[in-house]
T-cell receptor, first 112, second 113 residues
Framework: DGGITQSPKYLFRKEGQNVTLSCEQN?????MYWYRQDPGQGLRLIYY???????QKGDIAEGYSVSREKKESFPLTVTSAQKNPTAFYLC???????????FGPGTRLTVT | QKEVEQNSGPLSVPEGAIASLNCTYS??????FFWYRQYSGKSPELIMS????GDKEDGRFTAQLNKASQYVSLLIRDSQPSDSATYLC?????????????FGGGTRVLVKP
C-alpha cells in the first residue's frame, strides 16, 4: 500500500516539552512538507524539503525544527520555544517539479 | 490583501443543486491551481488540478480558471450530502523558491437533503 503515514494520530504534551511528529511516505516523492492548521483556518507552511539533507523554512518556522536524513522520512520537532503549539499538523509529499501535494492523515497535538 | 482568498461560508445548497465556490489569488505569475476537499477532522484530499484557462471537468466536479481576472472556481453538480466538507483552494507561489503552495482559508459547504 502506497501512502503517507503520520504518527501518532493524537498527541498530548505538557508545556515546556519538546515533541517529535513522525511523517513517512513510500510514494518515492522527493519533496515533503509540514503544515499547521488551526481551527477554522487554512494551512500554513512550517518547513519543506525538496531533497535529502536539505530543507527550507516556510512561513511560520519559528519554534520548529526538521531533519531529512532519508527520502522517506521528514520528522518535525515542536520545541518549547513554539508559543502556541496546539494545532493539527499535516505532512504532505509530492514529486519534485510538480506542485501537486498529497497529505497524510495528520497529527492532532494538544499542549497544556 | 491575502494571497489566496475564499469566502468562508457556510455555503448551503439543497441536495441535487449546483454548488459554486470561488477563489481569488494575488500572484499574477501563478500557474498551478488546486482544489482540496477536507472533511471535518480529516486531512485535505486533492480533488482537482487546473493549469490552463477554461474549464476542466472530472465527474461531478468542474474547475474553472481565468488567469486574466485571477480567479479559479469549483462547481459541484448534483450536490450530495457526502459533499458536505470544507473546500480549500491552493495556488503555486511563483515568486518563491521551491514547489510551494499557498492555501486559502477554505469554504465550508453544507448540502441539505
Amino acid at each position: 500500500d502506497g501512502g503517507i503515514t503520520q504518527s501518532p494520530k493524537y498527541l498530548f504534551r505538557k508545556e515546556g516539552q519538546n515533541v517529535t511528529l513522525s511523517c513517512e511516505q513510500n510514494l518515492n516523492h522527493d519533496a515533503m512538507y509540514w503544515y499547521r492548521q488551526d481551527p477554522g483556518q487554512g494551512l500554513r507552511l512550517i518547513y519543506y524539503s525538496q531533497i535529502v539533507n536539505d530543507f527550507q523554512k516556510g512561513d511560520i518556522a519559528e519554534g520548529y525544527s526538521v531533519s531529512r536524513e532519508k527520502k522517506e522520512s521528514f520528522p518535525l520537532t515542536v520545541t518549547s520555544a513554539q508559543k502556541n503549539p496546539t494545532a493539527f499538523y499535516l505532512c504532505a509529499s509530492g514529486h519534485r517539479g510538480s506542485y501537486e501535494q498529497y497529505f497524510g492523515p495528520g497529527t492532532r497535538l494538544t499542549v497544556t | 490583501q491575502k494571497e489566496v482568498e475564499q469566502n468562508s461560508g457556510p455555503l448551503s445548497v439543497p441536495e441535487g443543486a449546483i454548488a459554486s465556490l470561488n477563489c481569488t489569488y494575488s500572484d499574477r505569475g501563478s500557474q498551478s491551481f488546486f482544489w482540496y476537499r477536507q472533511y471535518s477532522g480529516k486531512s485535505p484530499e486533492l480533488i482537482m488540478s487546473i493549469y490552463s484557462n477554461g474549464d476542466k471537468e472530472d465527474g461531478r466536479f468542474t474547475a474553472q480558471l481565468n488567469k486574466a481576472s485571477q480567479y479559479v472556481s469549483l462547481l459541484i453538480r448534483d450536490s450530495q450530502p457526502s459533499d458536505s466538507a470544507t473546500y480549500l483552494c491552493a495556488v503555486n507561489s511563483f515568486k518563491a523558491a521551491g514547489n510551494k503552495l499557498t492555501f486559502g482559508g477554505g469554504t465550508r459547504v453544507l448540502v441539505k437533503p
